[in-house]
């Protein structure tokens, strides 16, 4: 897995990129009550605001961590926003993207990069 400085976590699958958000992230934002998240074939760029969430205590912006396609959403986060605070490394998943420069995750933190880094 590879971590960004905005809390999202990646895991690889090929070249496809499953993205979700931290435990810590979801501490510190609290319960969410809404997502908003892209549609598949959605063609973005590293650093695009692609998803939106609310929580009880504030509104966000989820980033494209790389260049590429969204090829799919997690239609249950839609419905069910509270998976991404009772799973989020698991269920709670926010999109898979298909990486069009995987030269990009090179600057990621790894898990033990990344527990330092919020601590």
Known sequence: MKFTE????????????VVGITE???EQL?????????????????GDEIVVIESVKAAS??????????IAINEELVANPE????????EGWFFKIKASDLSQLDGFMDEAAYKSYIS
Do not use: C
């Open 6 to 17: 905005e809390h999202e976590w990646m895991e690889a699958e090929g070249d496809v990129f």
């Open 24 to 26: 810590h992230a979801t």
């Open 30 to 46: 609290g319960d969410l009550v809404f997502v908003e998240l892209p549609e598949v074939g959605d063609e973005v760029s590293q």
């Open 61 to 70: 912006d989820i980033v494209a961590p790389v260049d590429g396609e969204i």
């Open 83 to 90: 998976l991404a605070n009772t799973s989020a490394m698991g």
